[in-house]
């Protein structure tokens, strides 16, 4: 079996290797690492991926390229082609610039070679700075918008962002605003070790110091129409997406808005529009606006510079703005939509300008434009003191006398690293819904804080269970995932898939590729020195396992949460899940100083029956801790995300019902507080709406009327239309669905307000047929039952064509069974939305069990049992609280049993407390466990406790908590059950005390760690 999957690999990757340009490049670039030597006196700058030349990286440029204390500098310029339009920006004559197109060989090669980086934004995720190389990264711009892991949904979407900041050794900061964005959103105090250097923003020198003038001239030279004598305005608005590669379908209303506030405001102002790099091109394709477009090649922070009055929503360029002491007005008809979806640094109440939401209000302010300037004049000064204090116009020579020059001064703020706290590295396992799941977030909850520096190395979450565990992770921790592949050698990959396999034995531990697992550690973790210490916590992987024994830390620890030999020989439908990945893990244990075991039970017999792998004094134990305040006060909680999320951003075609003067709302504050406007609709505009909002059980459609934005309107008084021309075509594609919670399928495109949500988030799905020319363009998944129903594309990422071959659609859906889909017509609605939890009566015997639904747990047995008491109890009930891959088997049995009015499958319950404290006594019939869990949340609870008399139960319960079952057998455990209900449900000799408990565990636990 090891063998076939092993040659089965290696075989996928040799043709990866010879196909895949990609691959080859990668491939490039690792086995160069060390060979390449850096050249001193060169720089790389790239800035957006090579998209344009601008920003604070093209200052550095434009400063060093032209001053004699830097003409020994080499300066390589990377661009995405080479007809981009920004190479104008550099001159290409000078022998001392070179230009590398992104993704070539030659940008890898200086990627290698380049003694100075400078990146406005990231490198891709395979980049690893190397020893000596020296990486600058400028950021680009101050953060309106939320950042980092305050930017709601899947904390993973910025670790690439996380990765570059580790790896760098200077981070420029124009403000305090931006060295808070750095240190608290992005979690970098306390892990970081370079430099933050606050001294102003090197791209607003050009704004302080080229003068309007120049920017006319440039204007000219650009072919825009302008009017010297007449001030300007420019309209900046900002990308509004998670992913650059999506961006919101609101080109058509920006163009047309602009379209209207220039007619407004001609012969009065010239007007301006430069829109985000994202969306840029998608513009500039419109005719209509050529005249007043700003090239995106065309620097920004150049154009402020003869702007005297700037419209923006999010983007940061407003704050940019402040050093000219000009207006600024804020346009944000989405603002409801977005501060859900992203949210804002500062409040609106501290915007040093009005806030608008349509463009009668922008002309309005415009023509007031005195009073408005007047009226928020204190705080446009107080913002300007904080933001833009620094920026003098000489920033940009502050930066480059301190890096390259050495350089410094007293007056210089720079944040040196702080390294006052003991760093500790965790990878907690995939945070499934099971035990070590659940300990982890135990341990982690009750660790201090004010000693430790935590940061928990962790896999990107796949399903939505996942996610709402991460999402429990205390926020003091710091979250690092892995992005993209492993930067091996094509021979370092084959000796991993080895490894993985087979284990490392005596006779192939030479081959161990151990420098391939700490570079990447580098690549994951940066510049990070060391950690006191790297935990592997999980205990069950050797893909992990190798990369935390790799960690440069004083001390590696994994943890032993069961019986592990019998959890490797455990077979469950016909095969061992774990036999594979223990057996690895296990040949690398001589990496780890200490193993630790969760009660003295396990470690014994983990001792005994891996001695071969374990030599005595590696042996320790640390007890699971316990979050005391969740389990007690654990309360029913009913609510799920979509019931909690009442925007749902949609696109629909719509018409009216009937011409008349409706009441709009522009924003849903404005509906709460029945502000509304008096607007004239009838059957000629053309009504699109952005979104949908739920209140008092009236729904509201978010409304664009002939492409300019309106507000929120009745869905009473509208009705949705589909557009005539739709293009429906057959495609053979493989896509992930990647949303930010349960993906809606449609059964009907005519009827796409009755969707259904499934909790198929971050899976794979085939794709059959696509559209067209609807409201959003859609395709048709299938499962192998047949059409599973129609899906927005915009919720389908990573797509691959597998051409006409059609039978790779079958290989596909037999290879993946856990990501089978269901057909939503045949879905049940308890797999829809979690069971309700039935009433526990105390007129009955009501027996409680928690855990995975696996065959240790014996379950099974404990079911059986049951039908026995039931013929003495009629009155006694079950309940099986979990989930597991034995769950279709219990319900099976229960059903062959007749006691569906006796045992109930409740599933996975968030806080169990509330129904467990309802219970007259908690069992657990395991044949093996570590330190169960349960059983310490069921004493804390005050429970009654009934546990087969197995060592890892009796460390839990010893001889004062609880009592036994003499045996795991059905008979046994019912005459178990039987004598605690004849009993009348006995108390245990002692009463638990969790808090001398968790006292005593983290005294064992940071003893092991120091």
Known sequence: MEITRFLSRVMRKSGSYLFSKQQRMMQYYVQNYEKIQLQENTILYEVRDGQTIVDSPFSFYKKMISDERFLNYTHIWVIDRLENPALQNIDRDNARVKVVVRQSKQYFYWLLAAKFLVNSSTFPNFFIKKEKQIYINTWHGTPLKTMGYNIPGDPSQSQNVVRNFLMADYLLSANPLMTKMYQNDYKLNGIFAGKIIEEGYPRIDWTVKYGKNNVFKDFDELNLTFDPSFQSILYCPTWKGKKITKTNDDIEQIIQETLYLKEKFSGKYNFFIK??????????????????????????????????????????????????????????????????????????????????????????????????????????????????????????????????????????????????????????????????????????????????????????????????????????????????????????????????SFGVHAFSRKFYPKNAYAREMKRLLGNSSVFKVAIDFSGYSFFWGKFIAAVNSNKKVVFQHNDLLSDLRRTVNGKQPHKTNLKSLFSIYQLFDRILSVSQET?????????????????????????????????????????????????????????????????????????????HITHNDALRSVARYTHQGKTYYKLIINDMYQGWINSENVKSIVKSKVDLSNVQLIGTINVSSDPVFYADLNQIQNGLALPLNKTYVFLAKKTVGLNDDYFLAENEKGALGWIKSSSITNIHHLGKFSVLKWVFLSRN???????????????????????????????????????????????????????????????????????????????????QDHVWLLGHVDNPGYLLKQCDLFVLPSYYEGQPMVLLEGLTLGMKILASNIPANRSVIGSDYGFYINGTDAETIAESLVDQIQKGFPNAPRKFDPYAYNQSVLGEFYEEIM
Request: glycine letters at 4%; charged letters at 25%.
């Open 275 to 500: 829109v985000h790099p994202f969306i840029y091109h998608q513009v500039a394709k419109n005719q209509r606006v050529k005249d007043f477009l700003i090239p995106d090649s065309f620097d920004a922070n150049k154009c402020l510079a003869g702007i005297d009055i700037l419209i923006t929503d999010y983007s940061s360029i407003f704050f940019d703005f402040l050093v000219t002491k000009k207006p600024i007005l804020f346009y944000v008809w989405d603002n409801d939509i977005y501060a859900h979806e992203r949210g804002s640094s500062i409040e609106e109440n501290e915007l040093p300008g009005p806030v608008a939401y349509t463009v009668q209000d922008i002309i309005a302010f415009v023509e007031n434009i005195s009073s408005i300037k007047e009226k928020y004049q204190t705080k446009y000064d107080a913002l300007r003191q904080t933001i833009v204090s620094k920026d003098d116009g000489y920033a940009t020579e502050r930066y480059l006398e301190y890096i390259f020059l050495g350089k410094s001064s007293q007056e210089l703020k720079i944040i040196y690293p702080n390294r006052e706290k003991e760093h500790i590295l965790f990878f907690p396992g995939r945070m499934k819904n099971n035990g070590i799941t659940s300990s982890f977030l135990n341990l982690v909850s009750n660790l201090d804080y004010s000693a430790f520096d935590v940061s928990i190395l962790i896999a990107n979450p796949l399903t939505k269970e996942e996610l709402k565990n991460v999402k429990l992770i205390p926020t003091e921790c710091r979250l690092l995932f892995r992005p993209g592949k492993h930067a091996y050698t094509f021979l370092e990959t084959i000796t991993d898939y080895y490894f993985e």
């Open 603 to 679: 470690m014994e017999i983990n001792k005994k029956n891996l001695a071969q792998y374990i030599r005595p004094e590696q042996v320790g134990v640390v007890r699971n801790s316990l979050n005391i305040h969740k389990i007690v006060n654990s309360e029913v909680d009913e609510t799920f995300e979509e019931d909690v999320i009442s925007i749902q951003r949609e696109t629909v075609h719509l018409t009216i019902r009937k011409d008349s003067v409706f009441d709009i709302y522009p924003q849903i504050s404005s509906l709460l507080n029945k502000d509304y406007r008096a607007t």
């Open 817 to 899: 069974p856990k990501y089978s889909l269901v057909n939503p017509a045949e879905t049940p609605n308890e797999t829809r939305k979690e069971k309700s939890v039935p009433l526990i009566s105390p007129e009955n015997f009501n027996f409680v069990t928690m855990g995975r639904l696996s065959p240790e747990k014996n379950q099974i047995n404990l079911v059986r049992a049951f039908s026995t008491v039931v013929t003495s109890f009629p009155n006694a009930r079950l309940f099986i609280l979990g989930n597991g891959e034995l769950r279709k088997e219990l319900i099976s049995l229960i059903q062959a049993l007749d006691l």
